[in-house]
């Protein structure tokens, strides 16, 4: 069984650009997490879905992040405008979605803003 | 909000030391607790949870005992190995709705033969 993907694995782009990361959850998991990871740091909270629908979009830092999961499984986050202080990984987690279950990681995506 | 205070590291031990890297952490409610781990060059892996209070989780020689009265939840390792570098994170699971980890900053682990 595959675990969590995510795409790219690396993005590197200019300061105001648009990007756009992808993440594929372990099949037939309803709960799908977006944490931010900044050097030296532990992972932060950006959103959670549960199916199509996010019910927890607390750690979003601005109104420029913005999350999809139109059919309950690929997601995609989106940045807008980006700044020097997005440079960040990008992590991706899925899970049952019963509670306790364990939220099984993808490999990140590296974004770079330049 | 639910926090986590983890111990600063770096750690550096000699192979087959004793290890305990401190967790403590402030929540409503009785959260479940997680020990993540990122070996380098690789992603967060789960080492070990526990759910409710006094539950012992274990894996890999590794165990942690949920503490409800001192809200901690200390990792221990009787004998490390130098496979066992890696940072070391702690995570409370937030209640209310949002299944949220909360993690510290990470107990960087370096382990020489």
């Known amino acids: 069984g595959a675990g969590v993907s995510q795409t790219p694995s690396n993005k590197v782009t200019e300061k105001g650009k648009y990007v756009e990361l992808r993440c594929d959850p372990i099949s037939g998991h309803t709960a799908l997490y977006w944490y931010r990871q900044s050097l030296g740091q532990g992972p932060e909270f950006l959103i959670y879905f549960q199916g199509t629908g996010a019910a927890d979009d607390s750690g979003l830092p601005n109104d420029r992040f913005f999350a999809v999961r139109p059919e309950g499984s690929v997601s995609t986050l989106k940045i807008q405008r980006t700044e020097r202080g997005d440079s960040a990984v990008y992590l991706c987690?899925?899970?049952?979605?019963?509670?306790?279950?364990?939220?099984?990681f993808g490999p990140g995506t590296r974004l770079t803003v330049l | 909000g639910d926090s986590v205070t983890q111990m600063e590291g770096p750690v550096t031990l000699s192979e087959e030391a004793f290890l305990t890297i401190n967790c403590t952490y402030t929540a409503t409610g009785y959260p479940s607790l997680f020990w993540y781990v990122q070996y380098p060059g690789e992603g967060l892996q789960l080492l070990l949870k526990a759910t409710k209070a006094d539950d012992k989780g274990s894996n890999k020689g590794f165990e942690a005992t949920y503490r409800k009265e001192t809200t901690s939840f200390h990792l221990e390792k009787g004998s490390v190995q130098v496979s066992d570098s890696a940072v070391y994170f702690c995570a409370p699971l937030s209640q209310g709705g949002s299944e949220k980890l909360v993690f510290g900053k990470g107990t960087k682990l370096t382990v020489n033969p």
């Open positions: 987690a899925s899970s049952s979605g019963l509670p306790t279950d364990t939220q099984y």
